[in-house]
T-cell receptor, first 115, second 111 residues
Framework: GAVVSQHPSRVICKSGTSVKIECRSL??????MFWYRQFPKQSLMLMAT?????????EQGVEKDKFLINHASLTLSTLTVTSAHPEDSSFYIC???????????FGPGTRLTVT | SQQGEEDPQALSIQEGENATMNCSYK?????LQWYRQNSGRGLVHLIL?????REKHSGRLRVTLDTSKKSSSLLITASRAADTASYFC???????????FGQGTELSVKP
């Protein structure tokens, strides 16, 4: 089956610093990747959709200057949380799909804690 | 809110009993999917039902879809303690196929 990895699995950073999270499709080419955020005891909220080689499409209410998404290749997308604050502490999950409308394959998630 | 509704929010049953979770959504969909998430872990895809399907089975799972009522249900038969997890429905919308998740049901199966 299709495998998606995320790195790191956990990260702790200080307030004001930036953190980069990687999402990789290991055995397929992902034309589209999605980034979600999940707060404790809550559901997943879609943050943005990224297509390889083009700018990401952000959902309403998501600050594009704060959450930088780069989908530079067909197997890698990165999410950079800039100037992180404690309220950015969350579980970030990516998913990837070989083409739009097809099944999404989810990564294991990254737990971000901002102190 | 972009999310659909799920009920119940929490469900506690004994091993061997059946568990039923319901999901309602707001817009037209391409398909509806159910996922399981163990605490602090990633998502496990359970089953996908297309908008032109009414019922689908996979092992102990049975999913129904009523597009006229914009609702779906997930039935887990003969539950096991290992089924303890959060269950989410997600609707695939639009050409881009983005998923909109329901609020989830936290299922606890007691041995």
């Amino acid at each position: 089956g299709a495998v998606v990895s995320q790195h790191p699995s956990r990260v702790i950073c200080k307030s004001g610093t930036s953190v980069k999270i990687e999402c990789r499709s290991l055995d397929f080419q992902a034309t589209t990747m999605f980034w979600y955020r999940q707060f404790p005891k809550q559901s997943l909220m879609l943050m943005a959709t990224s297509n390889e080689g083009s700018k990401a499409t952000y959902e309403q209410g998501v600050e594009k200057d704060k959450f930088l998404i780069n989908h530079a290749s067909l197997t890698l997308s990165t999410l950079t949380v800039t100037s992180a604050h404690p309220e950015d502490s969350s579980f970030y999950i990516c998913s990837a799909t070989p083409y739009q409308g097809y099944e999404q394959y989810f990564g294991p998630g990254t737990r971000l804690t901002v102190t | 809110s972009q999310q659909g509704e799920e009920d119940p929010q929490a469900l506690s049953i004994q091993e061997g009993e059946n568990a039923t979770m319901n999901c309602s959504y707001k817009t037209s969909i391409n398909n509806l999917q159910w996922y399981r998430q163990n605490s602090g872990r990633g998502l496990v895809h359970l089953i996908l039902i297309r908008s032109n399907e009414r019922e689908k089975h996979s092992g102990r799972l049975r999913v129904t879809l009523d597009t006229s009522k914009k609702s779906s249900s997930l039935l887990i038969t003969a539950s096991r303690a290992a089924d303890t997890a959060s269950y989410f429905c997600a609707t695939a919308q639009g050409e881009g196929g983005k998923l909109i998740f329901g609020q989830g049901t936290e299922l606890s199966v007691k041995p």
